[in-house]
């Protein structure tokens, strides 16, 4: 996909497995979609899993080879945004564009009903954003931003 800039990049999505349901080696599909890219490609990887070792993990598996590497799932952005030794990008969790009031997007009333009688109710929400914006693969920085609800000015 051409960025802004009209530069072509990848935005490759893989899944962990670690806490997960049962998927294929998520570094051997890696393996698999980087091989099939040009070199030339700035490669940014949404890296969709659980354990934030897996996470971790992976980014150095893939570090030098991907532009970033930039953890998702847990909806939470962590304050762990680094470059590694060859050159990519990390963060753990990047958070999440959704309710900034609620459990981790979801509506926080159904969702605590939920956890407390196991009924699978409800999931809806007000829209708010929080999360980091990563400024990559062409300036190494990322900003966290929150926009919305209680969050502004935090
Ligand atoms: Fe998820």
């Known amino acids: 996909m051409p960025t802004a800039q009209g530069t072509d990049i990848a935005i490759v999505n893989i899944m962990g497995r670690v806490f997960m349901d049962p998927l294929d080696s998520p570094f051997r599909a890696a393996d698999t979609v980087l091989a099939e890219l040009a070199d030339s490609i700035p490669v940014v990887v949404d890296f969709h ?3 934030t ?3 971790v993990a992976m980014a150095n598996y893939l570090d030098g080879r991907a532009s970033a590497v930039l953890g998702t799932h847990t909806h939470v952005p962590t ?3 680094r ?3 060859e050159g990519t990008l990390y963060v753990t ?3 999440m564009v959704g309710p ?3 459990v981790i997007g979801a509506e926080t009333e159904a969702m605590v009903r939920r956890f407390v009688t196991r009924c699978r109710c409800g999931r809806t929400g007000e829209t708010r954003s929080r999360g980091r914006c990563p400024s990559t ?3 190494w920085r990322s900003t966290p931003a929150r926009v919305g609800g209680e969050a502004s000015g935090a």
């Open 137 to 139: 693969p062409f300036c």
């Open 79 to 81: 304050a762990d945004a």
């Open 100 to 102: 900034y009031n609620s």
């Open 53 to 55: 070792s897996e996470k």
């Open 83 to 85: 470059v590694l030794p």
């Open 49 to 51: 899993a659980e354990a």
């Open 93 to 95: 969790d990047v958070g």
